[in-house]
């Protein structure tokens, strides 16, 4: 009894770290990319409207980084805090990525301090857009590298078990498991995508709110184009997952699905309820959806859930967790596409309020989709912490002040998520961009006065 | 020169590279503190924050390397620090959280908080005291391996004479890194209110950090002989850290030569920490785990090894770039920039 409450409570510390590192991870890995593109068409255009943009995101980058990196070295640490048998164990065979995400987070750490003290330092202004590649590279890098590791823990190898420890390692095999192609891709994409989405969804509620100008609206259309794009990239890195899940990793997928009994042209469960008797009851049912989804191939078989031992399931719970997931994707996907279709179309108006409020939506849902999207493939792998061979119960510390370290640790993401946002608030507040713009570049600001008017 | 030697050698480097940033960092946030409480605060806070405020996530992540490094080469370290230290390494993450975040907080108008500056000032004091619990814990004494997994002895922790004199050499020589290098840095300024502030410092911490020093020596014949008498094998390495110190102080005191006054500092310590590290061996900690016994296997360890020289590759010249353009380009540190 006393280890199952310590087992229950280390995995909801780590889960809350988690949870709350992967919000502010996600923007560290996409934000750059925005930042960077917008800061080459400023050069290339020679239009500093969007130079400012990629300014004024970087300004409020520098919060939520910041709040990234100290979460990071929490997670890091509580790694070995939390789970140190897992760690004495699996530390043989994975310390490789770890050691080299380090590296790539080091690059990019030099980097952006460098990117940011150095706007105004050379006279040629696309140097200091040269700057923004290693930060770029250092931030996607570091994703890569830490997905590797996950990846190992859905699907082991490169090592052989004897007698409680790892023999015969082969620390690239590891890394290069048939779960990291599909992962890296679908968590780098969905951190693009999210980013875009946040920056889109501020865009959109500025323009809602304070009526913004021509720079607010120039933001607009190009998160708006980079969130469809990354919606497309999503959606398809998606796919190919779950045709991974279905291979690698049925019970998962079985457990996300309800799919119970392994049949042939399987349909896929949206929504719905379980009743006593595992029945999916109010479910919409796509006719031979799962199959396809599984395998391209709508009349394939899928494997149910009832193949697997029932002490080696998933909960039934994360069915929620995946629909959600698909839900916002499909829905950014379509609200973007829809945006461009009314831009395209000179006579509609592509600001209209409903279209707009419809953007602004895709910011907080896209994140709530980032953290729907890690508990489903996290809880997906219960009740293993490297599937097949440890389950969670056994990686676990045996210390017992860990409920007393959740608490503290509470407090503090407590106190930074709200430190973050008063913090953003204040750079933004009472400093809008159009007193940047005539302050920094009056001559544009003069010209988009009269465009606005 | 075996892998393992190889890895814990570039281990304590990064360590060691550690000691030194954070100790700038950390050092500076009690001088600020300090200064604002003597109303001082006017001369001190532009030298600090431009100094400090694009490198502060570089020094993190000496931190993180070497941890990650240390896993990596020696997993039973994974198990035996992390079931033991939950605790105080719960707290160093929490303090280097508040740090860290309020770091980018502060360059955005919380400079002028006082609840701020003290967290900022006390920080800086409280990391290096919990993070040198783990070297505390590494000579043996205070961790037992039951049944019910690996328990941190407390009682004995914090009644021990050795610990305290850690924590103590800990928290006096980050002032006294801290107080050299703001010298050396506001020299280059050419601020002199600033200069003649921080050299007092510099000249006032070095006395407590040469006795702490001397009296941990004593600490640790007390706690652990076998160590200590390894040491004295190695006095000449601890000779030549005195006569560096010896050096740095002197260069300060004569108010001459700030750039090679650091250098000896860097040299001091260098001296001092790897005089230790080394006597400290085999063990990494007493007396569960030794540098053969941890260590990871054969083919993880030369991978670690070949990725941390391409790493190295990339990184040298980023760090030389990050200083080139901050630390030795005189009109930013002037603040022309």
């Excluded at chain 1, 990071?72 to 310390?95: C, D, E, H, R």
């Excluded at chain 2, 407590?208 to 706690?223: E, K």
Aim: aromatic content about 18%; hydrophobic content about 50%.
């Amino acid at each position: 009894m006393f280890e199952f409450d310590t087992v229950t409570v280390s995995r909801s510390l780590t889960a809350m770290t988690l949870l709350f590192h992967a919000i502010f991870a996600t923007l560290g890995v996409g934000v750059p990319v925005l930042v960077s593109i917008a800061e080459f068409i400023g050069i290339k255009k020679k239009d500093p409207h969007y130079t400012l943009l990629a300014r004024r995101w970087t300004r409020g980058y520098t919060i939520t980084v910041a709040v990234g990196v100290v979460t990071g070295t929490a997670i890091g640490l509580q790694l070995s805090l939390i789970w140190p048998s897992f760690m004495q164990i699996a530390g043989n065979v994975i310390a490789l990525p770890l050691f080299m995400e380090t590296f790539a987070f080091f690059f990019e750490a030099i980097f952006l301090g460098i990117y940011l003290y150095t706007w105004d330092r050379f006279k040629n202004p696309i140097y200091h857009w040269f700057l923004s590649i290693p930060v770029v590279i250092g931030g996607t890098l570091s994703a890569f590298f830490i997905t590797t590791v996950n990846s190992f823990m859905n699907t082991p190898q490169g090592f052989e078990l004897e007698d409680g420890r790892f023999t015969s390692v082969d620390p690239l095999a590891a890394m290069f498991n048939p779960a990291t192609p599909t992962k890296v891709f679908h968590v780098i994409s969905s951190s693009y995508l999210t980013a875009a989405a946040v920056l889109a969804g501020i865009a959109a509620f500025i323009i809602l709110v304070k009526k913004g100008s021509l720079y607010h609206k120039k933001a607009l259309k190009l998160t708006v184009m980079a969130t469809f794009l990354f919606a497309i990239l999503t959606a398809v890195a998606g796919d190919l997952s779950a045709k991974f899940l279905a291979e690698y990793q049925p019970e998962k997928l079985a457990a996300g699905e309800w799919h119970f009994e392994s049949e042939e042209g399987a349909d896929l469960v949206v929504f719905g309820t379980l009743n006593e008797d595992n029945e999916v009851e109010n479910a919409i049912r796509i006719p031979n959806a799962l199959s396809f989804l599984a395998y391209g191939d709508f009349n394939a078989e899928v494997e149910g859930l009832n193949e697997t031992p029932e002490e080696e399931r998933p909960p039934l719970w994360i069915h929620y967790m995946f629909d959600f997931m698909v839900s916002i994707g499909f829905y950014t996907l379509g609200i973007s596409f829809l945006f461009l279709v009314f831009w395209k179309m000179k006579k509609w108006n592509e600001f209209n309020k409903w279209l707009l409020w419809g953007i602004a939506l895709t910011g907080p849902l896209t994140m709530l989709a980032i953290e729907f999207g890690w508990i489903y493939a996290e809880v997906g792998r219960q009740p293993w912490i490297l599937r097949g061979f440890m389950t969670v119960a056994e990686g676990a510390t045996t210390s017992p002040y860990v409920f007393e370290m959740f608490v503290l640790f509470a407090v503090v993401y407590l106190v930074l998520g709200i430190g973050c946002l008063l913090t953003l608030r204040k750079i933004f507040k009472g400093r809008p961009a159009e007193l940047e713009l005539e302050h920094r570049y009056p001559q544009t600001a003069a010209a988009s006065k009269e465009d606005d008017a | 020169m075996s892998y393992e030697l190889i890895g814990i050698t570039v281990l304590w480097f990064f360590l060691y590279g550690y000691l030194i940033v954070a100790s700038i960092d950390f050092g500076a946030g009690f001088f600020a503190y300090y200064a604002r409480m003597t109303k001082k605060d006017h001369i001190m806070n532009q030298l600090i924050s431009r100094y400090l405020s694009p490198v502060w996530e570089v020094t993190n992540v000496f931190f993180v390397f070497f941890f990650v490094g240390l896993v990596g080469f020696f997993p039973d370290t994974a198990y035996y620090y992390g079931q033991s230290l939950l605790i105080p390494g719960s707290i160093a993450i929490v303090l280097i959280a508040i740090r860290g975040s309020f770091y980018a907080f502060e360059s955005y108008g919380s400079k002028d908080n006082a609840f701020y500056m003290f967290l900022y000032g006390a920080t800086g004091l409280l990391i290096p005291a919990s993070l040198s619990t783990a070297l505390t814990i590494s000579e043996g004494g205070f961790i037992e391996e039951t049944a019910n997994g690996v328990q941190l002895l407390y009682r004995e922790l914090l009644t021990s004479p050795y610990s305290w004199s850690v924590v103590f050499l800990a928290i006096v020589s980050v002032l006294y890194i801290s107080a050299m290098f703001l010298a050396y840095y506001a020299n280059r300024a050419g601020d002199e209110p600033a200069l003649e502030l921080v050299r007092k410092y510099a000249l006032f911490w070095s006395s407590p950090t040469i006795i702490a020093s001397l009296t941990t020596f004593i600490a640790l014949s007390q706690q652990n002989y076998d160590h200590y008498e390894s040491a004295l094998d190695l006095w000449w390495v601890f000779g030549i850290s005195v006569a560096f110190f010896m050096i740095a102080v002197f260069l300060v005191y004569q108010g001459k030569y700030y750039g090679w006054a650091f250098v000896s500092v860097m040299f001091q310590f260098l001296f001092a920490f790897f005089g230790y590290g080394a006597s400290h061996l085999p063990y990494i900690l007493r007396p569960f785990i030794t540098i053969s016994s941890g260590v990871t296997n054969e083919t993880m360890a030369i991978s670690l090894i070949v990725v941390f020289i391409a790493g190295l590759c990339l990184l040298i010249p980023s760090l030389i770039l990050l200083m080139r353009l901050f630390l030795f380009d005189a009109d930013y540190v002037k603040g022309k920039k």
